[in-house]
C-alpha cells in the first residue's frame, strides 16, 4: 500500500479483494457506527497491506496522476500540469 502512494499524483482510498465479501456488516471501533461492508472494500486500509494483482482500489488522483495511469508514461517535468 505504501508503495502505491505517488505524492502530488495518486493515492489508494479503499481495496477490495476480487474474491468473496467478508461479514456483511462491521462495527467501526472508532466511531461506532456500523457500517456496510457488502461492497467487500476496505476503506481504511493498512499502510503495510500487500496490493495483490486481482485487488480493486479506489483512487484519489489528479490529472497529471490519472495521465500517469492510463498511459504508463511518465510526463517531461516541463509538461508539469499545476
Do not use: C, K, Y
Amino acid at each position: 500500500m505504501h508503495e502505491a502512494f505517488r505524492e502530488n499524483e495518486w493515492r489508494v482510498l479503499s481495496v477490495g479483494a476480487a474474491g468473496p465479501a467478508a461479514d456483511p456488516s462491521f462495527m467501526d471501533t472508532l466511531t461506532g457506527l456500523r457500517l456496510d461492508r457488502r461492497s467487500g472494500f476496505d476503506w481504511r486500509p493498512a499502510q503495510g497491506r500487500v496490493l495483490r494483482a486481482a485487488d480493486q482500489v479506489v483512487l484519489a488522483t489528479t490529472g497529471r496522476g490519472l495521465d500517469i495511469l492510463m498511459t504508463g508514461v511518465q510526463p517531461h517535468p516541463s509538461d508539469r500540469r499545476d
